[in-house]
């Protein structure tokens, strides 16, 4: 009888936990901008670390990060918990990822018409 108590306790725990979990997630909203930025902060530093050796990138990258955190008021572990649960998410992570390519031609068209 006790174990049976016990068993149920622990998936009623489990189960809150998975709720509570995912409204401590970042919005779709947000994500799709801070991967962007983010994604741009590695391309730009794949480029410059091409054509200057004197640059640290875990340094560089670590300083561009924070201030892409900073500019969209993300929180770095809430970013980074939001992304392990959307590694385990494929379907929501294959929104999120869509939603950023989106932004990126959207992006690359007002660029081309200006």
Do not use: G
């Not at 174990?3 to 306790?9: P, R, V």
């Not at 998936?11 to 741009?40: D, F, G, H, N, R």
């Amino acid at each position: 009888m006790k174990n049976i108590i016990f068993l149920s306790l622990l998936l009623l725990a489990a189960c809150a936990s998975s709720e509570t979990k995912k409204e401590t997630l970042l919005p779709i909203k947000t994500m799709q901008q801070t991967v962007w930025q983010l994604m741009q902060i590695d391309e730009y530093l794949t480029r410059q670390i091409q054509t200057d050796t004197t640059i640290q990138p875990s340094l560089k990258k670590a300083e561009y990060y924070q201030r892409v955190f900073n500019l969209n008021k993300v929180d770095r572990v809430q970013f980074y918990a939001t992304m392990d649960y959307l590694d385990k998410h494929p379907v929501e992570m294959k929104v999120l990822m869509d939603s950023v390519e989106a932004l990126s031609k959207r992006e690359k068209l007002a660029l081309i018409q200006h």
